[in-house]
Nanobody, 122 residues
Framework: QVQLVESGGGLVQTGGSLRLSCVASGRTFGRYVLGWFRQAPDKEREFVATIHWGGYITNYADSVKGRFTISRDNAKNTVYLHMNTLKPEDTAVYYC???????????????WGQGTQVTVSS
């Protein structure tokens, strides 16, 4: 069992930056692929970024490529999402997720956090 708790969301102006954090419980954190997803009002939850268990393979949605960076610190059981050059369309609830396989589909992730709100004002 893995429990995930996100933090770091908030209100930011267009062009600003935020860093989201997700702390996981459990001693097997390093064995999981970690991902970030987001869900805007009245929209489906969508993939944002993912990172392999070793931290050396990442993948990003086209909409955030070049602006967001995912990283992990297995010693701290934490995964981060560094978000730069934020746009109003990045406004959403951001969820951290953990799963056994590397991929972009929601059903590849078994454990989910409760989400943290990111709001980008224009």
């Amino acid at each position: 069992q893995v429990q995930l708790v996100e933090s770091g969301g908030g209100l930011v102006q267009t062009g600003g930056s935020l860093r989201l954090s997700c702390v996981a419980s459990g001693r097997t954190f390093g064995r999981y692929v970690l991902g970030w997803f987001r869900q805007a009002p009245d929209k489906e939850r969508e993939f944002v970024a993912t990172i392999h268990w070793g931290g050396y393979i990442t993948n990003y949605a086209d909409s955030v490529k070049g602006r967001f960076t995912i990283s992990r610190d297995n010693a701290k059981n934490t995964v981060y999402l560094h978000m730069n050059t934020l746009k109003p369309e990045d406004t959403a609830v951001y969820y951290c997720a953990a799963g056994p396989t590397f991929g972009v589909r929601r059903n590849q992730y078994v454990y989910w956090g409760q989400g943290t709100q990111v709001t980008v004002s224009s």
